[in-house]
T-cell receptor, first 111, second 110 residues
Framework: RKEVEQDPGPFNVPEGATVAFNCTYS??????FFWYRQDCRKEPKLLMS???SGNEDGRFTAQLNRASQYISLLIRDSKLSDSATYLC????????????FGKGTKLSVKP | EPEVTQTPSHQVTQMGQEVILRCVPI?????FYWYRQILGQKVEFLVS????????KSEIFDDQFSVERPDGSNFTLKIRSTKLEDSAMYFC????????FGPGTRLTVL
């Protein structure tokens, strides 16, 4: 049973394109949701938290559908520097806050 | 901006040897974690640590693994007798509200 599932990609898009990533999670007890970004052989870095009402940070928009256990990330006007692997991450909450990672979706933005 | 640091960046060891991976979490953080990532696979939770004790551990974190916070700044992961399958990137993380990850130690077991 995969707890967090993502399309592995790769997504190859031209600069300026809009790209959307989807993620599903299996545990309905999940309480916190995140998108992390990971560059090759580097550590995961928090891109944004995901809230039930949806949230936006510049060119990035995240959505959460608790009923469907589905999370999305939309990147508008993609830049070369957006090339990375995008990790969907959930946490069951509580004081420990352990993170459960998806395998990631690889994005390659081409000039 | 404060950051989590890890040493060494790369550790090569022989199967059966003990290794200690070191981390310095961000100073005002209260929760500490170790994760690992085998090449080409997802990041996996190993253990969380709070108030000087393990608060949760995964099934990966068996008797060969231990963690310690020997002083006010360091947080270590020890693998007693390394196996080939322990080869991975090991990430330390700490948090107050949000988890921040260190740059990782690449462990290669020969």
């Amino acid at each position: 049973r995969k707890e967090v599932e993502q399309d592995p990609g790769p997504f190859n898009v031209p600069e300026g394109a809009t790209v959307a990533f989807n993620c599903t999670y299996s545990n309905s007890a999940s309480q916190s949701f995140f998108w992390y970004r990971q560059d090759c052989r580097k550590e995961p870095k928090l891109l944004m938290s995901v809230y039930s009402s949806g949230n936006e940070d510049g060119r990035f928009t995240a959505q959460l559908n608790r009923a469907s256990q589905y999370i999305s990330l939309l990147i508008r006007d993609s830049k070369l520097s957006d090339s990375a692997t995008y990790l969907c991450v959930v946490s069951y909450g509580g004081s420990q806050g352990n993170l459960i990672f998806g395998k990631g979706t690889k994005l390659s933005v081409k000039p | 901006e404060p950051e989590v640091t890890q040493t060494p960046s790369h550790q090569v060891t022989q199967m059966g040897q003990e290794v200690i991976l070191r981390c310095v979490p961000i100073s005002n953080h209260l929760y500490f974690y170790w994760y690992r990532q085998i090449l080409g696979q997802k990041v996996e939770f190993l253990v969380s640590f709070y108030n000087n004790e393990i608060s949760e551990k995964s099934e990966i974190f068996d008797d060969q693994f231990s963690v310690e916070r020997p002083d006010g700044s360091n947080f270590t992961l020890k693998i007693r007798s390394t196996k080939l399958e322990d080869s991975a990137m090991y990430f330390c993380a700490s948090r107050r509200d949000t988890q921040y990850f260190g740059p990782g130690t690449r462990l290669t077991v020969l």
